[in-house]
């Protein structure tokens, strides 16, 4: 079975500061994991993904995440937060068992002015 | 990234009622639909698969008699909540992709939802 935790329900920055998004993974296969973004009225949208090639993601919009093995982490990272990063963030977490994706609770990204 | 549609995106419905809700892929032939349903403040949870010409596969807990899924062609995938009760007022969203050729799905496209509130 697999499954992802995310740490924090919700973020409060301000602009220009960095971001941090915090996710434990769970996972019985070798994991491929994801974030994706979430803005109102909107699809989801796929920020990055890691599937077992180099453990620093880059994704757009300048996120990235890294995947740590020893600590089942994949962190997601901003080093300048903008507003329209506002939004909801999930983690998610796919095995070679059933490719299926298991969604984390979600990460609510606000961004003060 | 492709694009994929849902109608309507709000629909609100008496109790004993069926509703309809459409997913297509306008710019790519998805051999596979998923069906997810969210919840307020909770995360996606996965209800079925599509596969384009067989039926579809449901996940443990989800009833597949209320919630019927058709996925008639290669852009169009429907779910039909069944004699709807508030409790299946939700989020509804579905994504579509297509089967990689090193195995695995390709990624996921997901449109934008289908708010559904039964009264």
């Known amino acids: 079975a697999q499954s992802v935790t995310q740490l924090d329900s919700h973020v409060s920055v301000s602009e220009g500061t960095p971001v941090l998004l915090r996710c434990n993974y769970s996972s019985s296969y070798s994991p491929s994991l994801f974030w994706y973004v979430q803005h109102p009225n909107k699809g989801l949208q796929l920020l990055l993904k890691y599937t077992s090639a180099a453990t620093l993601v880059k994704g757009i919009n300048g996120f990235e995440a890294e995947f740590k093995k020893s600590e089942t982490s994949f962190h997601l990272t901003k080093p300048s937060a903008h507003m329209s990063d506002a939004a909801e963030y999930f983690c998610?977490?796919?095995?070679?068992?059933?490719?299926?994706?298991?969604f984390g609770a979600g990460t609510t990204v606000t961004v003060r002015a | 990234g492709a694009v994929v549609s849902q109608h309507p995106s709000r629909v609100i419905c008496k109790s004993g009622t069926s509703v309809k809700i459409e997913c297509r892929s306008l710019d790519f032939q998805a051999t596979t639909m998923f069906w997810y349903r969210q919840f307020p403040k909770k995360s996606l949870m996965l209800m079925a698969t599509?596969?384009?010409?067989?039926?579809?596969?449901?996940e443990q807990g989800v009833e597949k008699d209320k919630f019927l899924i058709n996925h008639a062609s290669l852009t169009l995938s429907t779910l039909t909540v069944t004699s709807a009760h508030p409790e299946d007022s939700s989020f509804y969203i579905c994504s579509a992709t297509t089967w990689g050729d090193s195995g695995g799905y390709n990624e996921q496209f997901f449109g934008p939802g289908t708010r559904l509130t039964v009264l």
């Open positions: 998610v977490v796919s095995d070679r068992n059933d490719y299926k994706l298991s």
């Open positions: 599509s596969n384009e010409g067989s039926k579809a596969t449901y």
